[in-house]
């Protein structure tokens, strides 16, 4: 009989196939065996995991704002790789911006890699910028490894990394058709936006009429008008309006290849408990009314959606004039990387999903936007990146607990369900702080 490295024992245990009871074989760090609970795996190593967990694989969570170097202060790959190990996530693919430089060339792209070296508890990838000049780097990122080239269209909140304009959008998806590269946007109109009555004070609702559904549909519409003529593939950012579902809907029906995300706190939160002045809700586009929510639930369970990831992205707290509570002068950005499991289950259980759908959601759905072939999933073959959540397990957030760099969040106090009891990278529980992460490249791991 064969020996692996290590064998896990679950009576709950959730593959492609849905949740059974099994044994898993790690070797090498990958899988190399799943069998029935009875009869068994032998291991040099056997971890019997008790009835009250579920293993599951460890996720993917593909928007992350790291922000080193240069924004260090922010967040950084330390603190955020702990905090992703903490929350069960074994992949972050960072953002190409709030950081300084921007990774809009190779060179910033080598500038974050040395940055992130030695430091990251799980894999780390990084997506590339798509700004106005760039067009003639977009090769050479995609060469270097980057998953894909992000894009605004409208101011980004930081100078040094400036929006496309709509009719720059066909040139660079045809550059990217080129080598089949991948569009991802931050769906806000910017003449929408400038329309729309200016935010200023403390009144959630005041803000949320500056940022309205109308911007983000007609960025969308824009967007799958462009991968429709180029044929190049495209994905929206944290969709947060159901306005859009629709459009998105029929444009996959058409063969159009789009995609999109959605966010815990889209799911979760909603604009009518928002309290005035509590900044710590602001990101943009903004949380939407409950009635709204529900329908990006819908989409959830229709796979109109494909992915739910975090957003993550913290900044200073004096940045979120807490102070003052001013939703016009506060930085937005949620930050909820180590939070997103519990907060998205607590609200899908409620709802009659299933932990299979979560992993849809979390692990599978982001590993296919990127390509991750061996991650995401337990399957033969794959990394053994395992998350044991015990979903029962009640808890109440207490940001001193967090370990994120500046753990400000809109769920503090909140009550949750489900623990993340460890996370395992290749094999290995993640204990301590020792960072065996990998820095990923497109198509390498
Ligand atoms: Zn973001």
Redesign the pocket.
Known sequence: MIEYDTVLRARRLVTAAGEDSGCVGVAGGRIAAISPLEGGLDGRRVIELGEDVVLLPGLVDS?V?VNEPGRTEWEGFATATRAAAAGGVTTIID?PLNSIPPTVDVAALEVKRKAAEGQCLVDVGFWGGAVPGNRGELHGLHDAGVFGFKCFLLHSGVDEFPPLHPSDLDGYMETLRGFDGLLIV?AEDAAAIDQAPSCHGRRYLDFLSSRPRAAESLAIGQIIQAARRTGTRAHI??LSSSDALPMLARARRDGVRVTAETCPHYLVLAAEEVPDGATQFKCCPPVREASNRELLWRSLADGTIDCVVS?H?PCTPELKRLDIGDFGLAWG?IASLELGLPVVWTEARRRGFSLTDVVRWMAEGPARLLGLQHKGRIGLGDDADFCVFAPDEAFVVDPERLHHKNPLTPYDGRPLLGVVRSTWLRGEELAGERPRGQLLTRGGA
């Open positions: 928007h704002h953002m931050h950012l944290h957003d992205s950005g």
